[in-house]
């Protein structure tokens, strides 16, 4: 007996749209039995419309483009999964960074950050995390087993380009990736973009995006969905909380996140960056949601990625992540990427994204 309280199971088929039908039993308390009914049913529609956000998101990737001068490579991950990846080496000396897509998506997604981090002298290696693109693997695990694939793809890096410094940009699940690990990524500078703060946190603000005028009912749902997902893949919440990672990096730290986001909130956000203690930077994207930042607003963002990088990759004295002085206020800096709007003058007939810091965006 689970405590004194009586527990129903209520078994509840799938969609076919998820390409399996299975039952799925989660337990609510007595004090629930009146709304189990509408429970059940929301449930239902939260699996339609997230259908089965385990699943693997395999698909073809093929050759790289022949812009990028890059190649493919396989890495071996602790995680099982055989690695695909494309590998463009860069000037000597210049730094690396290690490309980390998110969630559903493969390293075609970073191809647009690939180009241009390669065009600046970066090695760039761009991998499929497990269960992605053509990486192999069972389950999409939020960020368990793909922090395998994130340090397999940085000792690569670090024995293909030995000396090198090496950073990392993480997006969304490939941030998670990046700080889930025993220890987080030994990078030397880490940019983080929409990454949850708990697993706990992700699963309600999907479910009250997904479930419109039922959205008050994601906190009552988010337990039952995370314990039936996390049976299926063998992963248990208290592995998926960002947060309790990222005061352990030593790594400077870049956070981006949009003002809109509904799936990373800015509050949540926030959360993560107060919580380290590295030197950081937090900006934010106004009117961006949990999107492509960089294709959002793309020129304020390779100026303050390329400045973030060649500050921390490319400066001599720069030995290792998070050297110097222990962090404080002053090793703080924010700011938001503000988009043109349609009355501000062009430059040069292009719109062109501002830059503007403000301390206050911390907060």
């Known amino acids: 007996m689970r405590s004194s309280r009586r527990y129903f199971e209520c078994g509840i088929l799938s969609w076919k749209?998820?390409?399996?039908?299975?039952?799925?039993?989660?337990f609510l308390p007595r004090s629930e039995w009146r709304r189990r009914d509408i429970v059940a049913g929301v449930l239902a529609a939260a699996l339609l419309f997230g259908c089965d956000p385990a699943r693997p998101a395999r698909a073809?990737?093929?050759?790289p483009p022949s812009a990028l001068d890059a190649s493919v490579v396989q890495i071996q991950s602790g995680s099982g999964s055989m690695l695909r990846?494309?590998?463009?080496?860069?000037?000597p000396g210049s730094g690396a960074v290690l490309l980390l897509h998110g969630i559903g998506a493969n390293r075609t997604s970073m191809l647009g950050r690939a180009r241009f981090l390669h065009a600046a002298g970066y090695t760039v290696l761009a991998p499929d995390l497990q269960a992605h693109g053509e990486s192999d693997g069972k389950h999409i695990t939020f960020g368990a087993r793909e922090s395998l694939d994130a340090e397999a793809a940085l000792r690569f890096l670090r024995a293909t380009v030995p000396g090198e410094h090496i950073g990392v940009i993480g997006v969304s699940l490939g941030g998670a990736a990046a700080l889930l690990g025993p220890e987080p990524l030994a990078a030397d500078?880490?940019?983080?973009e929409s990454v949850y703060p708990t697993i706990e946190d992700a699963v309600t603000d999907r479910l009250r995006v997904w479930l419109?005028?039922?959205?008050?009912?994601?906190?009552?749902?988010?337990?039952p969905v995370i314990e039936m997902i996390g049976r299926e893949i063998g992963v248990r919440a208290r592995q998926l909380r960002p947060i309790e990672h990222i005061q352990q990096t030593t790594s400077p730290l870049l956070f981006l996140t949009g003002s809109a986001d509904r799936y990373t909130p800015l509050a949540e956000a926030r959360a993560l960056f107060q919580r380290a203690k590295a030197q950081k930077q937090f900006w934010i994207v106004e009117g961006a949601g949990h999107e492509d930042l960089y294709a959002f607003a793309p020129a304020a963002y390779e100026g303050l990625v390329q400045?973030?990088?060649?500050?921390?990759?490319?400066?001599p004295s720069v030995s290792q992540a998070g050297s110097g002085p222990p962090p404080d206020d002053s090793h703080m800096s924010c700011g938001y990427i503000v988009p043109p709007r349609p009355e501000d003058p062009p430059n040069q007939g292009k719109a062109v994204e501002q830059l503007r810091s403000d301390q206050s965006a911390c907060q």
């Open 17 to 26: 749209k998820c390409g399996k039908v299975s039952l799925i039993f989660d």
């Open 60 to 63: 073809a990737v093929g050759a």
């Open 85 to 91: 990846a494309w590998f463009a080496r860069g000037q």
């Open 189 to 192: 500078a880490l940019v983080l």
């Open 212 to 223: 419109g005028p039922l959205g008050f009912l994601g906190h009552t749902l988010a337990p």
């Open 307 to 315: 400045g973030f990088f060649a500050t921390w990759l490319r400066t």
